[in-house]
């Protein structure tokens, strides 16, 4: 079975300061792994996601991702914080059948 | 890019009656959606697998007979949420493959309200 763990319900940073939300995940199977945004009552927005290629990935809006095998992790980063990334954000498995598997979901606050 | 629309973007509706929302993807043709849903606070659960030409494909504990799907083109699925109660108010999410494993559309969702 393949499924995602986030690390964290809710994260509060400093804008300026390193955002930082962890992902594990378990697969039977070579993974694919994003990272969404969700806004209040909006849809998801594709941050960045993992395919097997490089295993740091570069998303929008400055966030990255580092995909690490041995520690069956994709834990989420972006340098410096900004009030506009306060939002919700679902790590999810992609699985053979296309059907997307998501963690809890971890709530970032930004502090002026 | 493709774009999924869902329609209606939100809709409160009174308990025992039936929802229907529609979800479609603009500019491709999806032969499978997902729809998903989401409670207040929490994360996105797959409901269902809508098949364009067969029959939806169900996840455990979801009603088949409370949470209809069609599929009934390339381009339209439809969710109808048969006898609505207060305990089926959700946020209502469909997606749609983009070919790959690799790529997933999202509608930008529907909330549905039951009083």
């Known amino acids: 079975a393949q499924s995602v763990t986030q690390l964290g319900s809710h994260v509060s940073v400093s804008e300026g300061a390193l955002v930082l939300l962890r992902c594990n995940y378990s697969?039977?199977?070579?993974?694919?792994l994003f990272w969404y945004v969700q806004y209040p009552n909006q849809g998801l927005q594709l941050l960045l996601k993992?395919?097997?290629?490089?295993?740091l990935v570069k998303g929008i809006n400055g966030f990255e991702a580092e995909f690490k095998k041995s520690e069956t992790s994709f834990h989420l980063t972006k340098p410096s914080a900004h009030m506009s990334d306060a939002a919700e954000y679902f790590c999810a498995v992609s699985l053979y059948d296309y059907k997307l598997s998501f963690g809890a979901g971890t709530t970032v606050t930004v502090r002026a | 890019g493709a774009v999924v629309s869902q329609h209606p973007s939100w809709v409160i509706c009174k308990s025992g009656t039936s929802v229907k929302i529609e979800c479609r993807s603009l500019?491709?043709?999806?032969?499978?959606m997902f729809w998903y849903r989401q409670f207040p606070k929490q994360s996105l659960m797959l409901m269902a697998t809508?098949?364009?030409?067969?029959?939806?494909?169900?996840e455990q504990g979801v009603e088949k007979d409370k949470f209809l799907i069609n599929h009934a083109s390339l381009t339209l699925s439809t969710l109808t949420v048969t006898s609505a109660h207060p305990e089926d108010s959700s946020f209502y999410i469909c997606s749609a493959p983009g070919g790959g494993r690799d790529t997933q559309y999202f509608g930008p969702g529907t909330r549905l309200t039951v009083l």
């Open positions: 809508s098949n364009e030409g067969s029959k939806a494909t169900y």
């Open positions: 993992y395919t097997s290629a490089a295993t």
């Open positions: 500019d491709f043709q999806a032969t499978t």
């Open positions: 697969s039977s199977v070579p993974p694919y």
